[in-house]
């Protein structure tokens, strides 16, 4: 892979942490290293990719239109700044750029010509347009890998469509199998498609890195079709193998699950509630001798997973009864105990002080210049040998403009602010 400059940008604590600190490599810059990447997306899934990127080493460049993504404004916020943003624009460098104009067209593809991946989710046609498409792109630059994200992807009937990660969870069939069974679908309050489209990317782009410089690849780029819906169909069970072979559609069920029993959610004698699941027979019988129901396991049916399920309301009717008659710390003394999967239901402060979650880091604080040290997710995975790191939250509107495109691109400071007089920076 091309090797770039480091990234000398602010640095914070470092945010991953080895079980054995015998086999990190002391300020690792990440297995990402020397791959740049040019973000030219907005809102929540793409984003995710670049962000994952920037977090193992990657030098990634948030391309902006000059009035702002709109992901800085969503959500909660703080003396104006969003929080959200602070989170997922994480190790990028900001710039502005109006790529609506020929000016801003040409500055993107002569940025582009050194780059390892370009991240978008412009609706399909909108770049070839600009003289953006990725023909022209890789005309310039033969290695670039370009990552599309959209929500029907680049082809099909619905490829226009404007979509929002919301359409790709009600039309997977995620939405029509959550909810109570007598109740309406329901969807998740958070970007759930975009963040498993955004997992998805980030594996996408990684795998293509690796052919590219691999004996087959010779150094040649490609184009990467990412919908939001086809990722979360991907995850959500063998629905569409089981129509085809027995014709069976799954339903709404609430908590419960169709492959396994006890699994729901019950409450304690002191108001808290725990999710337990019970997915292996052995955990299964673990749980019915705990809470007092020896019989049940002698039942032939019991040794099915699938079986179980089907007697659903036996099995959580007794675990319902002796939870309910237990505070929150016996019912998970006891569990442990036994060697049964059960957790409490927490709500985001109660994670946070989770002694589990402190121990191993999950939250982490980084240093932010607008709002001091800050607490957010750590990576989501961790590299013993080459771990990566926040470098720095998402930082302000354009702030990076006038070192980026005078060193990076050689522009000097009267071309840079004639750009920005015109509206193109």
Same mark, same amino acid.
């Given at each position: 892979?091309?090797?770039?400059?480091?990234?000398?940008?602010?640095?914070?604590?470092?945010?991953?942490?080895?079980?054995?600190?015998?086999?990190?490599?002391?300020?690792?810059? /990440?297995?990402?290293?020397?791959?740049?990447?040019?973000?030219?997306?907005?809102?929540?899934?793409?984003?995710?990719?670049?962000?994952?990127?920037?977090?193992?080493?990657?030098?990634?460049?948030?391309?902006?239109?000059?009035?702002?993504?709109?992901?800085?404004?969503?959500?909660?916020?703080?003396?104006?700044?969003?929080?959200?943003?602070?989170?997922?624009?994480?190790?990028?460098?900001?710039?502005? +750029? #109006?790529?609506?104009?020929?000016?801003?067209?040409?500055?993107?593809?002569? +940025?582009?010509?050194?780059?390892?991946?370009?991240?978008?989710?412009?609706?399909?046609?909108?770049?070839?347009?600009?003289?953006?498409?990725?023909?022209?792109?890789?005309? =310039? #630059?033969?290695?670039?890998?370009?990552?599309?994200?959209?929500?029907?992807?680049?082809?099909?009937?619905?490829?226009?469509?404007?979509?929002?990660?919301?359409?790709?969870?009600?039309?997977?069939?995620?939405? %029509?199998?959550?909810?109570?069974?007598?109740?309406?679908?329901?969807?998740?309050?958070?970007?759930?498609?975009?963040?498993?489209?955004?997992?998805?990317?980030?594996?996408?782009?990684?795998?293509?890195?690796?052919?590219?410089?691999?004996?087959?690849? %010779?150094?040649?780029?490609?184009?990467?079709?990412?919908?939001?819906?086809?990722?979360?169909?991907?995850?959500?069970?063998? /629905?569409?193998?089981?129509?085809?072979?027995?014709?069976?559609?799954?339903?709404?069920?609430?908590?419960?699950?169709?492959? #396994?029993?006890?699994?729901?959610?019950?409450?304690?004698?002191?108001?808290?509630?725990?999710?337990?699941?019970?997915?292996?027979?052995?955990?299964?019988?673990?749980?019915?001798?705990?809470?007092?129901?020896?019989?049940?396991?002698?039942?032939?049916?019991?040794?099915?997973?699938?079986?179980?399920?089907?007697?659903?309301?036996?099995?959580?009717?007794?675990?319902?009864?002796?939870?309910?008659?237990?505070?929150?710390?016996?019912?998970?003394?006891?569990?442990?105990?036994?060697?049964?999967?059960?957790?409490?239901?927490?709500?985001?402060?109660?994670?946070?002080?989770?002694?589990?979650?402190?121990?191993?880091?999950?939250?982490?604080?980084?240093?932010?210049?607008? =709002?001091?040290?800050?607490?957010?997710? #750590?990576?989501?995975?961790?590299?013993?040998?080459?771990?990566?790191?926040?470098?720095?939250?998402?930082?302000?509107?354009?702030?990076?403009?006038?070192?980026?495109?005078?060193?990076?691109?050689?522009?000097?400071?009267?071309?840079?602010?004639?750009?920005?007089?015109?509206?193109?920076?």
């Amino acid at each position: 892979m091309t090797q770039h400059a480091d990234d000398d940008a602010t640095t914070s604590r470092p945010t991953a942490c080895s079980t054995d600190p015998a086999d990190v490599v002391q300020h690792s810059r /990440g297995p990402l290293h020397g791959i740049r990447v040019v973000d030219i997306s907005t809102v929540y899934a793409a984003p995710i990719t670049a962000m994952l990127l920037g977090d193992f080493g990657a030098e990634v460049v948030k391309v902006e239109h000059p009035t702002g993504d709109p992901a800085r404004t969503h959500g909660a916020t703080k003396d104006g700044h969003g929080l959200w943003w602070k989170v997922i624009a994480r190790n990028k460098k900001c710039i502005t +750029l #109006n790529l609506s104009t020929p000016e801003g067209q040409q500055i993107l593809r002569d +940025l582009l010509v050194d780059v390892d991946v370009l991240v978008e989710n412009f609706r399909p046609g909108v770049l070839e347009k600009w003289g953006l498409g990725p023909d022209r792109l890789q005309s =310039l #630059n033969r290695g670039l890998i370009t990552l599309r994200v959209t929500g029907f992807g680049q082809s099909g009937p619905y490829a226009e469509r404007r979509a929002f990660g919301t359409l790709a969870e009600a039309m997977s069939g995620f939405a %029509h199998q959550t909810g109570e069974e007598d109740g309406s679908p329901t969807l998740p309050p958070f970007g759930l498609a975009d963040g498993v489209a955004g997992i998805t990317g980030a594996f996408g782009v990684v795998t293509a890195l690796y052919h590219r410089d691999g004996p087959e690849g %010779h150094g040649r780029g490609q184009v990467i079709d990412l919908s939001l819906l086809e990722p979360l169909l991907g995850i959500l069970g063998p /629905g569409p193998s089981a129509f085809d072979q027995l014709g069976t559609v799954a339903g709404r069920q609430g908590n419960r699950s169709p492959n #396994n029993a006890p699994r729901n959610t019950y409450r304690t004698s002191d108001g808290r509630w725990v999710a337990v699941s019970a997915s292996a027979t052995s955990v299964a019988e673990r749980v019915m001798r705990l809470v007092g129901r020896p019989d049940i396991v002698d039942e032939p049916w019991f040794a099915s997973a699938g079986d179980r399920s089907r007697n659903g309301d036996l099995l959580d009717d007794a675990v319902a009864k002796w939870i309910a008659a237990r505070p929150l710390r016996e019912v998970t003394a006891e569990f442990e105990r036994v060697g049964a999967a059960l957790a409490p239901i927490y709500d985001v402060e109660q994670l946070m002080n989770d002694p589990h979650v402190l121990a191993r880091g999950s939250i982490t604080t980084v240093d932010d210049e607008d =709002l001091g040290p800050l607490q957010m997710q #750590n990576l989501m995975l961790r590299m013993l040998r080459t771990p990566g790191a926040i470098r720095f939250p998402g930082r302000r509107l354009g702030q990076d403009n006038d070192s980026f495109y005078q060193e990076s691109l050689g522009l000097d400071p009267d071309h840079v602010a004639e750009l920005r007089e015109k509206g193109v920076l």
